[in-house]
């Protein structure tokens, strides 16, 4: 059995999917400031992880694989559960988990 990383795209997009209560077919892949800083309060509830984004790391997320890649990194660098764990176990802050 393939583990898959987390967060995964399937996991980000029904987060989004949450914000404005809509299917996650509707969810469009580029992200608003809004949608965005909507999606890392939730993944900071989720994960008890803090993605350290500045500025520009938060402007230059744009879509949702954007913010998978920022998410994964987040855990990565907080040491937690970055392949097939359950969410929401992850501890700590995340430095670092914004892509040059």
Do not use: H, K
Not at 49 to 71: K, M, N, Q, S
């Amino acid at each position: 059995m393939t583990e898959v990383a987390r967060p995964d795209r399937t996991e980000v997009l029904t987060m989004l999917a949450a914000f404005g209560q809509r299917a996650v077919e509707e969810v469009p892949d580029e992200l608003g400031s809004l949608e965005l800083t909507w999606l890392i309060a939730e993944f900071e509830q989720r994960y008890g992880i803090e993605p350290d984004l500045d500025d520009e790391a938060f402007e230059a997320v744009r879509t949702v694989d954007d913010a998978v890649e920022v998410f994964r990194a987040a855990v990565r660098a907080a040491g937690g559960p970055a392949v097939g764990a359950d969410a929401g176990t992850g501890t700590g802050s995340a430095a670092g988990a914004a892509r040059s």
